[in-house]
């Protein structure tokens, strides 16, 4: 015997459903539901049972399989038949959404009681149709959801008694309501007075999706609830001087005399403003700090980060940024993360977040352990057009927001007419993120009342679009209009509410109009583009290097790493004495070994970098029988800060991003992110050119990250040689990074410590030209002398040469492994004219240190630029510039190179290696002047 009422509600559905086929063929369910059907007793008897237990007339089983059916796809496929547009558009619809499809009609629902549909919404109503009325209203309505695709049973039922339930309903208090209309006639009054008073001045206005500044409000009222120290915010330019203004609590004052003024760097006449480091941007790209609740019991730090107009670039940088904040690193071991403390939201446009490819590899962090911050809010502000593009013509998919569906993200789709359900919807984003630490979306979809900017006149391309809108009430007008029917507000109240936030604004433009100054001079600090000498850590003794040395060489007893990477490792154990032999890997995990003792936290990511692509790092070692992981930097007896290292995905925007965001949120930490192959950087072009290269100059922001770019020739082809050092190169001004190819271990040893010393004091990005072949080349190896007695040098002079200065007659200058290929040559190991003098620095350019060495060569007559990339690339562009200017230099100035090239190698090893070879012989033979051509190939 079973109990009806038990399958009444949600899952009453599914059960009669399977009753339903079971009655038509009973082997068309499964074993066990067969065995459990059977016990039931037959139709009629359910029929009478229904009837004692319901009180109401006998109905058709199938009806009751109908009608819970139906909710069943209102509950999962209410969103195709939401009212989600303000403008007024026809959603998708779905058969399944209609009543007759299931077989029955409106007075069927009638004779049903309402527990067929179950949940809230069943609550009150009177019988099933009343029921799924409200269902509608809940899934089909202003608001609508989607859950299907997250996978935790757990999580979807969160989400369904979520809705089900209504418990993130905002309160219907007068108080509450008011409020919320005077949030969106203040977002309303500052655009229009922006609009009125700078006519056709860019600000990219919010308008006709107003209501996420009540939102924002919202979810960082319930971050301080729930005890979260900073929340972190990356948007674009759409809305963001109303979010400064409104949010970040900006004064107006502020931003009209921005409008005004136009200001630049205070102190920094603007006849001079060539040479000085601090280019600025435009305001709707600055970034902005605030504690909230300053004083009161609970702070509150929001940080907007700045952004470039690269739309959806901003996204992995606040990522990193709040993995930053979320971790504590001063102890030995693993950073302790606790991802309660710094809540990220990310604000996207609804052309851009299908569009933009940095999108989905940012979506694709959530879950991987060296990236998750436990859930980042996403707000879609959907205004149904980018710039002038057509959903139709930039998305293939319905909604906006359906590549989150792939990331398991639940979605929340909501009217931004209606603020009630726009709050609703954040709440329950909010409470999803608290509880679960995962990703969650909203899609605000809104409209965009005037053009992209305010210059642009959006009827040449949207006519009918743009008639919709004019005729359109605001957001504010609707709302009001709602208030005042329910009794909640008067008109005069709604009038005061505007004069009340017009004032407001008039007022501050009064101050700003009688400020000669322009408001929130910010502070100057020190960026004048002018080289800045790094200081070079104090020498670290013997011994304490040695005993790194065997601290890195050890495991617990009962851990067994790989034999044969276990015997290799231990070739580190022979390498401290005078023979020496420490090579890149080596010489890595020493420097480090020394920061971490020094209190300086790590962290390196990139793809396969735990081992190195290379098989030359094994800074995580892998247990053969367990699988079980030792890292034995997270070891050493005397680190006082934390060491992570991660595999990355298979990325370099979203990860570049990200360990820049973590940079600048970590300025103590040295960050470094290593490229597989130093070529695959240039996938993450915008994070270099609009972040790491620039931030500092627009922004301020500043950042110590390392890249490690693998780069040298050894003929495996276009793809895999060159780290493309001119871009670096060409990006290089005002003091803005450093860029350097090492050509030892010892080099790289010494820079890594220097970078790290320097992280407070002078912080800069470093860009690592690192090598493949010289990982473990003898001539590149270091013994432990050097790395104690020695610091980076900018330039290396050639020992050798220097024996019998005076016979030298020319220089060849050069800078990375082509110095070991030309010292390892055979036309070098005999005593000739020829020095080989390495630039180890190529930004900012040592040219003091170069002086210094070309000036022990006083018979030389000659330089010569030689370099393994194409004419076209590499240094030599930057190398020449730099010493044709470079004062009392009057000395004949030679290239050797490959030919002028569109690609960078070539992919045929036998042309490499004769390539190769008449490079090394137009360097070092004084016969054979050049290849490649005079300054030309
Ligand atoms: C990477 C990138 N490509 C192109 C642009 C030029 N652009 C600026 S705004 C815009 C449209 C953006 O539309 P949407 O994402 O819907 O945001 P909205 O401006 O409508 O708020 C485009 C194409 C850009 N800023 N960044």
Known sequence: MYNLEAFYGPN??????????????????????????????????????????????????????????????????????????????????????????????????????????????????????EAIA??????????????????????????????????????????FRRNLLRRLTQVEVFERYLHQTYPGQKRFSL???????????????????????????????????????????????????????????????????????????VK??????????????????????????????????????????????????????????????????????????????????????????????????????????????YRSTYFASDLAKGFEVPIIHVNADDPEAALMAVRIAHAYRDQFHKDILIDLVGYRRWGHNEGDEPAFTQPQ???????????????????????????????????????????????????????????SDGLNGHYNEPEQPPAISAQTLIAFNAELLSWPEHFSPNPKLARLLQRRATTMGSDGGIDWGQAEALAFASMLADGIPIRLTGQDSERGTFSHRHAVLHDQHTGDIYIPLQHLSQAKASFSIY??????????????????????????????????????????????????????????????????????????????????LELAALDNWRVANCSTSAQYFHLLRMQAFNLLTLPRPLVVMTPKSLLRHPLAAANLQELVQGTFQPVLDDRVALSHADAVRRIVLCTGKIAIDMLANKLHTQPHDVAIVRVEMLYPFPAEALKKVLANYPEAHEIVWVQEEPLNMGAWSYVSSQLTTLPGLDIELNVVARPARPSPATGFSDLFQFEQERIIEGALRTTVKQYGGKHGG
Do not use: C
């Not at 299931?102 to 109503?125: T, W």
């Not at 504010?476 to 017009?502: H, P, T």
């Not at 990200?658 to 072009?685: C, I, K, M, R, T």
């Open 12 to 129: 009453a559905g599914y059960v009669l459903e399977l009753y339903d086929r079971y009655r038509q063929n009973p082997t068309s369910v499964d074993v066990t539901t067969r065995a459990i059907f059977d016990t039931w007793s037959p139709e009629d008897q359910l029929i009478a049972e229904q009837e004692a237990i319901t009180g109401i007339a006998p109905i058709e089983v199938s009806k009751i399989v109908a009608a819970s059916e139906l909710a069943h796809a209102i509950r999962s496929r209410g969103h195709l038949g939401a009212h989600l547009d303000p403008l007024g558009s026809e959603p998708l619809g779905d058969p399944a959404l209609l009543t007759e499809t299931h077989g029955i009609n409106d007075e069927d629902l009638a004779q049903l009681p309402p527990d067929v549909v179950g949940g809230h919404s069943a609550e009150g109503a009177r019988n099933a149709l």
């Open 134 to 175: 409200n269902l509608r209203s809940m899934y089909s309505g202003t608001i609508s959801y989607e859950f299907d695709q997250v996978k935790s049973p757990l999580e979807r039922g969160w989400l369904r008694d979520a809705v089900g339930l209504q418990l993130y309903r905002t309160s219907s208090d007068p108080a």
């Open 207 to 281: 308008e006709g999706t107003d209501v996420l500044v009540p939102m924002l409000d919202e979810v960082i009222k319930a971050a301080i609830d729930s005890g979260t120290s900073e929340v972190i915010l990356g948007m674009a330019h759409r809305g963001r001087l109303n979010v400064l203004a409104h949010v970040f609590e900006k004064p107006y004052a502020a931003i009209l005399s921005e409008f005004g003024h136009m200001k630049h760097e205070e102190g920094v006449p603007l006849t001079d403003s060539f040479g000085f480091g601090y280019t600025g941007d």
């Open 284 to 393: 709707y790209h600055l970034g902005a700090e605030t504690i909230l609740g300053e004083g009161a019991t609970v702070d509150l730090k929001i940080t907007l980060s700045p952004n470039p107009s690269h739309l959806e670039f901003v996204n992995p940088v606040v990522e990193g940024m709040t993995r930053a904040s979320q971790e504590t690193n001063d102890h030995r071991g693993i950073p302790q993360l606790d991802v309660d403390h710094t809540l990220p939201i990310l604000i996207h446009g609804d052309a851009a977040f299908p569009g933009e490819g940095i999108v989905a590899e940012t979506l694709n962090l959530w879950n991987l352990n060296g990236y998750t911050v436990g859930g980042t809010i996403h707000i879609i502000v959907n205004n149904q057009l980018g710039f002038t593009t057509e959903p139709k013509d």
């Open 465 to 523: 679009m743009y008639e919709i809108i004019r005729a359109h009430p605001t957001v504010r007008e609707l709302y009001a209009r709602y208030l005042q029917e329910q009794g909640v507000v008067s008109r005069e109240g709604v009038d005061a509410m505007q004069q009340q936030a017009l004032k407001a604004l008039e007022d501050a433009k009064q101050e700003a109009d009688d400020s000669l100054q322009p408001f929130e001079q910010e502070e």
């Open 647 to 728: 595999n990355s995905p298979l990325s370099e925007s979203s990860v570049l991003g990200f360990e820049y965001g973590y940079s600048v949120h970590a300025p103590d930490s040295l960050v470094l992110w290593e490229a597989q192959y130093g070529d695959f950087a240039n996938v993450a072009q915008p994070v270099i050119d609009q972040f790491i290269a620039s931030g500092r100059s627009k922004w301020k922001q500043q950042s110590s990250l390392v890249l490690l770019l693998p780069h040298g020739y050894e003929g495996q082809g276009p793809d895999h040689s060159s780290a493309r050092l001119e871009r670096y």
